[in-house]
T-cell receptor, first 113, second 115 residues
Framework: GQQLNQSPQSMFIQEGEDVSMNCTSS?????WLWYKQEPGEGPVLLIA?????ELTSNGRLTAQFGITRKDSFLNISASIPSDVGIYFC?????????????FGKGTLLTVNP | DTGVSQDPRHKITKRGQNVTFRCDPI?????LYWYRQTLGQGPEFLTY????????KSRLLSDRFSAERPKGSFSTLEIQRTEQGDSAMYLC?????????????FGPGTRLTVT
């Protein structure tokens, strides 16, 4: 099936640092979504992207839909301890169902106060 | 709270028993999804409902799994004759009819442990 490759797998940073993570695919995606998941909870939607090249912000978070439509990026500025969690990218493949999300394996973010 | 709710949050069962989970989507969301998530992985799609119609089932959903959404509101996911490999977090999500239809909002999940 479809695979989304997320990197890095994990990050350990100091409070106040900026964070960058990305997600790549061998196929074209029509929609990219970024979620955050904390232990024992479901994923929480952070940002949704619908057009190639689109850049969208949500507070300290900024995400971009790659020009090739095969990748997406998430940046977190001035990290704080509550940013800790697993960040997942998810996409809707252009050649598949227009509602089935394919997820990456996540990036585990740890913020040291 | 008007988000997606799931019940129970945790379920421990013995191998061979049947279990049923419930999901209540966000009001007026006509699309409902079930996903399964195992440790260290992202959620994997299981099935999709538009109103009461089940429009797609993943190959992950074996014959022991059945999902229903009888009145187009809440949904149930039943697993018969549970196996240890069924241990996972079962997530439900919903999305609106139009507009932001691709934005899926997840519930807190049901953690299933099969002993």
């Amino acid at each position: 099936g479809q695979q989304l490759n997320q990197s890095p797998q994990s990050m350990f940073i100091q409070e106040g640092e900026d964070v960058s993570m990305n997600c790549t695919s061998s196929s074209i995606f029509n929609t990219w979504l970024w979620y955050k998941q904390e232990p024992g909870e479901g994923p929480v939607l952070l940002i949704a992207l619908y057009k190639a090249g689109e850049l969208t912000s949500n507070g300290r978070l900024t995400a971009q839909f790659g020009i090739t439509r095969k990748d997406s990026f998430l940046n977190i500025s001035a990290s704080i301890p509550s940013d800790v969690g697993i960040y997942f990218c998810a996409g809707i493949n252009s050649g598949g169902s227009n509602y089935k999300l394919t997820f990456g394996k996540g990036t585990l973010l740890t913020v040291n106060p | 709270d008007t988000g997606v709710s799931q019940d129970p949050r945790h379920k421990i069962t013995k191998r061979g028993q049947n279990v049923t989970f419930r999901c209540d989507p966000i009001s007026e969301h006509n699309r409902l999804y079930w996903y399964r998530q195992t440790l260290g992985q992202g959620p994997e799609f299981l099935t999709y409902f538009q109103n009461e119609a089940q429009l797609e089932k993943s190959r992950l959903l074996s014959d022991r799994f059945s999902a229903e959404r009888p009145k187009g509101s809440f949904s149930t996911l039943e697993i018969q004759r549970t196996e240890q490999g069924d241990s996972a977090m079962y997530l439900c999500a919903s999305s609106p009819r139009t507009g932001l239809a691709y934005e899926q909002y997840f519930g807190p999940g049901t953690r299933l442990t099969v002993t």
